[in-house]
């Protein structure tokens, strides 16, 4: 029985001793929590999203901050530690719901310093049109304009700026909409509306020179104006400012345009609505020219004048050079004003036949032949041959569309077919 008993005073001394070693890990536990919770440290966050230059007066401070504790080897290099010190200061940038601010976020005077030679100059673009919120200050952007010509009845889109630098932008949270389904004000299940709202844009601050700035000026008050967004890397967006500078008009076009203003613009003449034609001088008779004249140098000078004619119509056929005119008869009349047909001339007089009556097998009626000019062989001699005599018959047609009377040559071996004659010519 001692032996038994000294086995179980064994055992209880043991676990005895394992009781204390957890209860002393225990302590030691609390104690280092306890040693823990004294190293936070209470630091104002913004218990919202503030725009740049926002005023804190001190009845929004609560508002605007709330107290978060941090552990001290979290704590930031630089912050503010007391909202006291936050009180109708203003913001020099957007602060995001979260954030701790540095002393230098933040300004008596809220005043943003604009490059040497600039100034800040605001101007209203919309969230949609102000490249989705991403237009942040400090990033430098293209302003595109429209401007509607009432005059042209157009909407005229210019780059206004190409590479300008945004010092300021006004953005805000708005309060999410009521219940699109209308459900008392509450929002609908699976909508897109949430209790952070809405970011909101009203207002873009850029930094400009004194002549951009009244440009500025006017096209905040008579134009829609967008923001494109390049690549900020310098390589990359310099060519796409280049793109832009060949697109944009000069400060003085664009004055114009928001003047709708066109009275510079040249109307065109009827002259340019009129294609230039290259003219030639030409030889025209003065008066009419009766058949059988001889043109000679006499009567070239006396009867004839220089004209100019549009060389495109000059027709291949067409006599209106010395050479073509000199020399030659008229084989039939010259109208006055009008270009002389080369086939209205010849080296030799035209001589006129005696008309000559026949009748034949083929005559339909008979019928008194006209006169007939008979077109003499072309020389280099004025001497006239003999002309040779020639019968002809004529049969007259008379068909529903009218008369036709062909002519045909009375030959030893029969009648040839000339052709078809002026109609009407032998009618009765």
């Given amino acids: 029985m001692k032996q038994k008993n000294l086995i179980l005073i064994a055992v209880a001394v043991v676990c005895g001793a394992v009781a204390a070693v957890l209860v002393a890990t225990q302590l030691n536990a609390k104690g280092a929590s306890a040693a823990k919770v004294e190293e936070l440290v209470d630091i104002p966050v913004a218990a919202r999203d503030i725009p740049i230059g926002t005023r804190i007066p001190a009845k929004d401070v609560e508002k605007y901050f709330i107290i978060k504790k941090f552990p001290k080897e979290a704590v930031p290099p630089q912050y503010v530690a007391d909202t006291q010190d936050l009180v109708d200061k203003r913001t020099m940038r957007p602060i995001r719901m979260g954030e701790t601010l540095n002393p230098a976020d933040i300004s ?44 042209k009845n157009i909407d005229i889109v210019f780059p206004l700026f190409l590479d300008v630098l945004v010092l300021a932008v006004d953005t805000f949270p708005s309060a999410p909409p009521a219940n699109p389904q209308g459900g008392g004000g509450q929002p609908a299940q699976g909508g897109g509306a949430t ?12 930094a400009v020179t004194p002549e951009d700035s009244i440009l500025l000026n006017m096209a905040a008050d008579g134009c829609t104006l967008r923001i494109a967004l390049p690549d900020q890397d310098e390589k990359k967006k310099d060519p796409v400012v280049e793109m832009y500078k060949a697109m944009r008009p000069t400060n003085q076009e664009i004055r114009r345009i928001f003047a709708d203003d066109w009275s510079h613009e ?135 569309h009218g008369t036709v009377v062909h002519k045909y040559e009375v030959t030893a071996k029969g009648n040839v077919y000339v052709g078809v004659v002026t109609p009407g010519l032998n009618d009765d």
Wanted: hydrophobic share 40%; no cysteine.
């Fill in 108 to 151: 008596a005077t809220g005043f943003i310093a604009p490059p040497d030679g600039h100034v800040l100059f605001t101007a209203p673009i919309t969230l949609e049109r102000g490249a989705s919120g991403f237009a942040l200050p400090g990033t430098r952007v293209m302003v595109i304009a429209t401007k509607k010509s009432q005059k």
């Fill in 195 to 206: 209790a952070a709202g809405f970011q909101t844009m009203s207002m873009v601050s850029f």
């Fill in 266 to 400: 040249k109307k065109p003449t009827e002259e340019e609505h009129t294609p230039k034609l290259e003219m030639a001088k030409v030889k025209v008779p003065a008066e009419k020219i009766e058949e059988g004249a001889e043109i000679t140098d006499e009567v070239l000078e006396k009867k004839f004048r220089l004209v100019d004619f549009p060389k495109a119509y000059l027709a291949d056929g067409a006599a209106y050079e010395d050479k073509d005119l000199i020399g030659k008869f008229a084989v039939a009349d010259l109208a006055a004003g009008m270009i002389a047909p080369k086939d209205h001339l010849a080296k030799i007089r035209k001589a006129k036949v005696n008309p000559v009556v026949s009748t034949g097998e083929f005559a339909a009626s008979k019928a008194s032949v006209p006169e007939s000019d008979v077109a003499f062989p072309k020389g280099e001699t004025d001497t006239l041959p003999v002309p040779t005599k020639k019968e002809y018959t004529y049969v007259k047609i008379v068909t529903p």
